[in-house]
């Protein structure tokens, strides 16, 4: 087998035991008093050619994620193998050179514009940089612009000139500019309208076919994820908890979670009501995460084990799960029950802790 062989057999990206904590500093000296678990031990691969979605409440850590498998954030612990190099082992130079294949294109494709220089004097700056098409760079700037579906004399404008969606465009023909392998979309469309939003996702897929791209694509919308992704991960406080073939994962999720994160999805018709699995509070705070499953304080089917151990990532490439009681193992009887309303719960919960109390007085 040939080099290139190898080199395409082997996953573009592949993250091990990958960590992120920041240090929360107080007191007058500053010290270390705890660290915010922000990504907590994330196993992940991303194929050539693979469009990877990425979901999750806000604040569960996917952006933090991104930008630590770009090596934009030094990680904690873990490792990052990008086109089988150990990025965490690359010296400051080679590593400016290794993210020449590896982009990023942010939420608000405003800010991430600098209003001081034109859209041209944008696109020729990572030409420059790279000492990419050199003495041609006039000409590149036209093509990456007619690509994205702008007029070359754009290259005059400024940022404030364009529209949202417009100026995503430029984000995305700035990400190109380069040539690269793989592009981290972190929320590249939740800025825009719902109709903009269907322009530049369709773009991205033309892109990712025409270049043979690969695409992190993190976002809160599963009905935008759902259109674009060939894979889904599902990320909670720090972990991903189920991962899997796109059409799988929405047909038949196994984590408590990803369940309920589906029944979120808004319904066409308001007559109909969802039966499924209902989270009740918030998510837990990534400072203190609860012990064992994170889940456990607002799963309905959490038990002992729950709280102690904490569920490995198990399964195939086509679907893996860290949850001890997957929804396929758990009995029909408790799924055939209609979805407990939050009122219900609580009172549920009144009673069970009021029957553990009397027990303990008549004890």
């Not at 270049?211 to 894979?231: C, E, M, N, P, Q």
């Not at 009740?280 to 799963?299: E, I, Q, W």
């Amino acid at each position: 087998m040939t080099t290139s062989a190898l080199s395409r057999s082997a996953p573009l990206l592949q993250a091990k035991g990958l960590e992120k904590h920041f240090p929360v500093r107080r007191g007058f000296f500053g010290r270390i008093q705890d660290y915010v678990r922000a990504v907590d031990g994330v196993d992940l691969t991303l194929e050539h050619g693979e469009i990877l979605g990425l979901v999750g409440e806000s604040g569960c850590g996917k952006s933090t994620l991104g930008r630590v498998l770009l090596r934009l954030l030094e990680p904690t612990g873990g490792s990052v193998h990008f086109d089988q190099q150990d990025l965490r082992g690359l010296s400051t130079k080679a590593l400016r050179a290794e993210r020449r294949k590896m982009q990023l294109i942010f939420q608000d494709p405003y800010s991430s514009l600098n209003p001081r220089m034109t859209i041209g004097q944008m696109l020729t700056e990572p030409l420059k940089v790279h000492a990419l098409h050199a003495g041609n760079e006039a000409t590149r700037v036209a093509e990456l612009l007619r690509t994205v579906g702008l007029r070359p004399e754009h290259a005059q404008r400024y940022a404030h000139e364009f529209s949202g969606g417009q100026r995503q465009r430029v984000g995305i023909a700035r990400a190109l500019a380069v040539e690269p392998k793989l592009i981290v979309c972190d929320e590249a469309v939740s800025a825009l309208d719902v109709s903009v939003q269907a322009q530049v996702i369709n773009l991205l897929q033309d892109l990712q076919q025409q270049f043979g791209l690969s695409y992190l694509f993190i976002a809160h919308d599963l009905a935008v994820v759902k259109h674009i992704a060939t894979r889904v991960a599902v990320m909670y406080l720090g972990r991903i908890v189920e991962i899997g073939d796109k059409k799988r994962l929405f047909a038949a999720p196994e984590h408590p979670y990803t369940h309920a994160l589906m029944q979120a999805i808004p319904l066409p018709d308001p007559t109909i009501t969802r039966q499924g699995v209902l989270l009740t509070g918030d998510v837990p705070s990534p400072l203190k995460p609860p012990s064992g499953c994170h889940l456990h304080t607002r799963c309905l089917y959490a038990q002992d084990k729950c709280r102690q151990v904490t569920p490995a990532l198990t399964g195939t490439r086509e679907h893996a799960v860290a949850c001890h009681f997957p929804l396929n193992m758990t009995t029909t009887a408790q799924h055939s029950q209609p979805a407990l309303t939050p009122s219900r719960l609580r009172l549920q919960r009144l009673q069970s802790a009021f029957q553990t109390k009397v027990k303990t007085d008549v004890d």
